[in-house]
Nanobody
Framework: QVQLVESGGGLVQAGDSLRLSCVVS????????MGWFRQAPGKEREFVGA??????????DYADSVKGRFTILRDNAKNTVYLQMSSLKPKDTAVYYC?????????????????WGQGTQVSVSS
């Protein structure tokens, strides 16, 4: 059973950077595809980005709203996936979740993921 634990959320100002971590246990980051989603109050959970499962190629895709500002990084030695966020905006405020799926491809639908972390709050003030 894969378990995910996120950390790194907090309150920052617009324009700041923040890095979220997702530690994976019960599996290895090189064998599962990882995604990041977020959910703001009163809104549906939305896709942020995802990285394909492969030990040698780190291919990631991102939502248009974060492209160029957010980067997903994977450290297989630490079994950890990171969401590096820069140029944060107030509209980035949400609970951020990491998710994992056994399949090899990147999926943007949260229903395609098998395992979820508990979420970490990111708040961006103007």
């Amino acid at each position: 059973q894969v378990q995910l634990v996120e950390s790194g959320g907090g309150l920052v100002q617009a324009g700041d950077s923040l890095r979220l971590s997702c530690v994976v246990s019960g599996g290895t980051t090189s064998s599962i595809s990882m995604g990041w989603f977020r959910q703001a109050p009163g809104k549906e959970r939305e896709f942020v980005g995802a990285i394909r499962k492969t030990a040698t190629i780190n291919y990631a895709d991102y939502a248009d709203s974060v492209k160029g500002r957010f980067t997903i990084l994977r450290d297989n030695a630490k079994n950890t996936v990171y969401l590096q966020m820069s140029s944060l905006k107030p509209k980035d405020t949400a609970v951020y979740y990491c998710a994992a799926r056994q399949g090899p491809s990147i999926r943007t639908n949260w229903g395609d993921y098998d395992f979820w972390g508990q979420g970490t709050q990111v708040s961006v003030s103007s």
